[in-house]
């Protein structure tokens, strides 16, 4: 799986969490939905950093 749909299915497996928390208020849902965010912050920063890595080769 390429970089980019790996982060995109993260976001994507968030939605239903988000509307949970959202919507109905679950408080549940708000704690998936912050380690979800978290998990998508350590992605993200692995793949800026291979950016970042190919870029200067």
């Known amino acids: 799986m390429n ?3 790996s982060l995109l299915n993260a ?3 968030m939605e239903k969490d988000f509307e949970k928390f959202y919507d109905k208020s679950n408080a549940a849902a ?3 939905v912050r380690k979800g965010l978290q998990n998508l912050k350590a992605k ?3 793949l800026r950093l291979d950016v970042q890595s190919k870029k200067t080769a």
């Open 11 to 13: 976001v994507l497996e």
């Open 30 to 32: 708000g704690t998936r």
């Open 44 to 46: 993200a920063q692995e």
């Open 3 to 5: 970089p980019y749909q």
